[in-house]
């Protein structure tokens, strides 16, 4: 999420305060986000800077990856995307966006459909849009059933195991091929 949409979506989630119980919990990425920790509603959100500071809670970005229910990384662009795909190598659902090449690829995917991959149509100009589309799945998912979590959790293994190297490895060294020899 861009840096201006944080209180935007923080907003989002808190006008459903009375909808939820538990805690919402948002670390600062941004000066203007003066409370480190906000507690609102049943479900913990976490807004991660770029390098996130793991000394602050005293474990390694995977270890807090296996604790998470749903991450978001709305990249702009990626090449490939690696923060969904190991999201999903630990069976945590994500959100991500069609300018992600994970994401681009988690698309044509049929466990993506089926809540393993919330993919977003990114363009220049439909920043808001994205916003929305972010805070409406962030919703969804937490007022599903857990019957839906366990599957969402299933699907994100089912397509983690897909994007294996394994399965990508003849299709690069066709293409390194191609490249090099023109066929």
């Not at 991660?48 to 296996?66: A, G, K, R, V």
């Not at 394994?166 to 293409?175: G, I, P």
């Amino acid at each position: 999420v861009q840096t201006c949409a944080l209180p935007i979506l923080g907003e989002k989630i808190y006008q459903e305060k009375p909808k939820f119980t538990g805690d919402v919990i948002a670390f600062s990425m941004v000066p203007y986000l003066d409370k480190p920790v906000i507690r609102v509603g049943r479900v913990s959100v976490l807004f991660l800077p770029y390098y996130f500071p793991c000394e602050q809670i005293q474990c390694s970005y995977y270890h807090l990856l296996m604790g998470l229910d749903i991450t978001a990384f709305p990249s702009y662009y990626e090449p490939w995307g690696y923060t969904p795909h190991e999201s999903v190598a630990f069976h945590v659902p994500t959100i991500t966006t069609d300018l992600a090449g994970f994401g681009e690829w988690a698309a044509r995917q049929k466990e993506a459909q089926e809540g393993a991959v919330t993919v977003v149509h990114r363009t220049d100009s439909n920043y808001w849009e994205v916003v929305d589309k972010i805070a409406q799945s962030l919703f969804s998912y937490m007022h599903a059933n857990k019957n839906t979590v366990r599957k969402a959790r299933q699907n994100a293994a089912k397509i983690a195991e897909k994007a294996e190297w394994k399965h990508f490895f003849a299709a690069y060294r066709e293409a390194y091929s191609i490249a090099l020899n023109g066929k």
